[in-house]
């Protein structure tokens, strides 16, 4: 095949940050842009600053103890990694979390990888909800064998009925040698759009569906210990704890969820490390893997130095530092948008998470108002049609608030919202 002639040349874009190299680089602040996902930079040098103190002890360990950790890793990651993450999580969830349970990864992207590639049958139907992460559609969509099936969404969680039938009409032998026939790859809390959690029932439904007809659900973790309505409370209890726990208890059970984590959002988005709790029929898939034993462990020398994070308490004090600093971020963001939003508009402020999910009048274009707000007053979000697989959302906005203190939250969301007064004013008198 040919390919084009762009395509056939050498091409070097400079870039030092996945942000660089564009007009809407977050760092330089030339356009308000409020759709980076991501923590900010005075965030990120409390983060390195712990880095250095647990590198500087664990070179100091590895120099003495036969250097292993700069050898080929176990596969699913080293006993002394699970056992630490464990310990942070059980404290983080206030629940239990079995060190068996976990495999280590380079974060939730690849974990998503390689439940696609490991576990799912090349044919395989993946169910996504109406509004999900606009990356993961774009992972997904890379196994171009599979069909992805999207599902209608409700205020506290996916329509079972819809999700049912849809099941039904798609069910298929998975080929030999692969767990799944199907996927359901979703973000039970403080979910990606929308901010919301699944409500008891739906996520009971869901369990009850996904062993009735040996589905795996997929649950993007990342945000499950970014809680901020109170920070004394557990957070909402993960879909994967209320299935594992029926391990040993229900005759026939084989366990039909994976929790999906990382640490891109707790400790740093760099540092490319994440986990999977899975039931043990996974874990055993995972453990051999071809791409995980030849590689030894999904980035194995960081695994080390964030044990020594964890076992320092400094894992915990970072967690800590963004939590405060989120719900900070959050609140300044939702007070902006109760003052200003023009009637019309609606929203509703998340207990946790990175976003807020705007809904503008069914007739307004959220793709061209971001285009009139980012050419008139500098100011930039992410349209709802970038997170629909059958580019629906239309008038829906995302905004997020982790990356910017607090005071340019407030100049820019009003300024957001003085744009969408003049454009709803625009839009009713062209109407």
């Known amino acids: 095949m040919e390919g084009s002639t762009a395509t056939m040349q050498r091409r070097e874009v400079p870039m030092n940050h996945l942000f660089d190299g564009g007009a809407l680089n977050v760092y330089d602040q030339q356009v308000a842009n409020l759709s980076a996902g991501a923590p900010g930079p005075d965030l990120l040098g409390k983060s390195a600053q712990f880095f250095q103190q647990a590198t500087e002890e664990r070179i100091k360990y590895e120099l003495k103890n036969s250097s292993f950790l700069f050898q080929y890793g176990p596969s699913i990651g080293t006993t002394e990694f699970r056992k630490s993450l ?15 349970d976990l495999v280590q990864t380079s974060g939730a992207t690849n974990g998503l990888h390689l439940i696609l590639s490991t576990l799912v049958d090349l044919a395989g139907v993946i169910f996504v909800d109406e509004y999900t992460y606009m990356i993961a559609l774009e992972t997904i969509a890379q196994f171009n064998t599979m069909k992805i099936v999207p599902v209608p969404l409700d205020e506290d969680g996916p329509n079972i009925a819809t999700l049912q039938a849809l099941i039904d009409q798609h069910r ?43 589905i795996l659900i997929a649950c993007d973790d990342v945000y499950n210990l970014l809680h901020y309505a109170d920070p004394d409370a557990p957070p909402p209890k993960r879909l994967f704890a209320r299935d594992i726990a029926d391990l040993g208890r229900v005759e026939g059970w084989r366990g039909n969820v994976i929790s999906n984590g990382s640490f891109s959002k707790i400790l740093s988005p760099g540092i490319r490390l994440g986990w999977m709790e899975c039931p043990p029929r996974c874990v055993e898939a995972f453990r051999n893997s071809g791409v995980l034993m030849s590689g030894g462990a999904a980035n194995n020398y960081t695994g080390g130095v964030v044990a020594t994070l964890i076992q320092m308490g400094l894992a915990r004090r970072q967690l800590d530092h963004y939590r405060a600093n989120y719900a900070a971020r959050l609140g300044a963001m939702a007070e902006t948008l109760q003052a200003h939003l023009p009637a019309g508009c609606s929203f509703r402020k998340p207990n946790g998470g990175y976003f ?17 707000c980012l050419e008139k007053y500098r100011v930039s979000a992410i349209p709802g049609v970038r997170f629909s697989f059958a580019k629906e959302a239309r008038h829906f906005l995302r905004l997020t608030f982790a990356f910017h203190e607090p005071d340019y939250l407030r100049r820019s969301v009003r300024t957001l919202c003085e744009a969408a007064s003049e454009y709803l004013e625009i839009a009713a008198s062209t109407a």
Not at 184 to 212: D, W
């Open 86 to 100: 464990a310990s942070f999580l059980a404290d983080g969830y206030r629940s239990e979390v079995n060190m068996s």
């Open 172 to 214: 298929f032998e998975p080929t030999k040698g692969k767990l799944f026939w199907g996927v359901y790859y979703t973000m039970p809390t403080f979910h990606n759009p929308t901010g919301i959690v699944f409500s008891e029932a739906k996520c009971q439904q869901l369990i009850k569906l996904a062993r009735a007809t040996d």
């Open 356 to 372: 807020v999910w705007i809904r503008f009048p069914s007739h307004i274009d959220c793709a061209e108002f971001n285009r009139y």
